[in-house]
T-cell receptor, first 109, second 116 residues
């Protein structure tokens, strides 16, 4: 079967750095997405990785290793507004999105 | 504002009721989706429409009936639901059909459904 694993919940301190990991086992690979979802709001696109390496976008970076079936989302200089759920999703060989259950990130002052 | 609007935001219905969820996208996208989101579970894809034609139906019970009258509007008709159908129903759109583009999705804020 196809599977995406990510931690259920993480806690970090304002101003610090946090890394949210995502491991996947899918039938083929056509890209990995990270989405952010604040409570009661729509998920919003953060990043897309299809090649190995690090993609940096402001305070957020996303890393992919296809050989290891592994990605992480790195959030720097954490702000209270970063408290949200972070969803990892992989496109399989049929371009179907396989979703993780999400990581709830709690930021403390 | 994501460009995808869902109504109603909240809905409470009995098991014998018939109701509909509505989604409208203002982005000029070609594909629209219905997802079910339950607490602590992965998003479950229910239906995909590309250029108003249904391209995917992930073994969804017949008590859920989608309708896509044009590329900007998507409905989910609900009847004789069960309490386990209580969840957040998310609508999304993408520029192209799955496989034709990067696949980035634009989501609405969802309709929170409670079945009594």
């Amino acid at each position: 079967g196809q599977n995406i694993d990510q931690p259920t919940e993480m806690t970090a301190t304002e101003g610090a750095i946090v890394q949210i990991n995502c491991t996947y086992q899918t039938s083929g690979f056509n890209g990995l997405f990270w989405y952010q979802q604040h409570a009661g709001e729509a998920p919003t696109f953060l990043s897309y990785n299809v090649l190995d390496g690090l993609e940096e976008k402001g305070r957020f970076s996303s890393f992919l290793s296809r050989s290891k079936g592994y990605s992480y989302l790195l959030l720097k200089e954490l702000q209270m507004k970063d408290s949200a759920s972070y969803l990892c999703a992989v496109q399989d060989s049929n371009y179907q999105l396989i979703w993780g259950a999400g990581t709830k990130l709690i930021i403390k002052p | 504002e994501t460009g995808v609007t869902q109504t109603p935001r909240h809905l409470v219905m009995g098991m014998t009721n018939k109701k509909s969820l509505k989604c409208e996208q203002h982005l000029g996208h070609n594909a629209m989706y219905w997802y079910k989101q339950s607490a602590k579970k992965p998003l479950e894809l229910m239906f995909v429409y590309s250029l108003e034609e249904r391209v995917e139906n992930n073994s969804v019970p017949s008590r859920f009936s989608p309708e896509c009258p044009n590329s900007s509007h998507l409905f989910l008709h609900l009847h004789t639901l069960q309490p386990e159908d209580s969840a957040l129903y998310l609508c999304a759109s993408s520029q192209e059909a799955p496989g034709d583009g990067t696949g980035e999705l634009f989501f609405g804020e969802g309709s929170r459904l409670t079945v009594l």
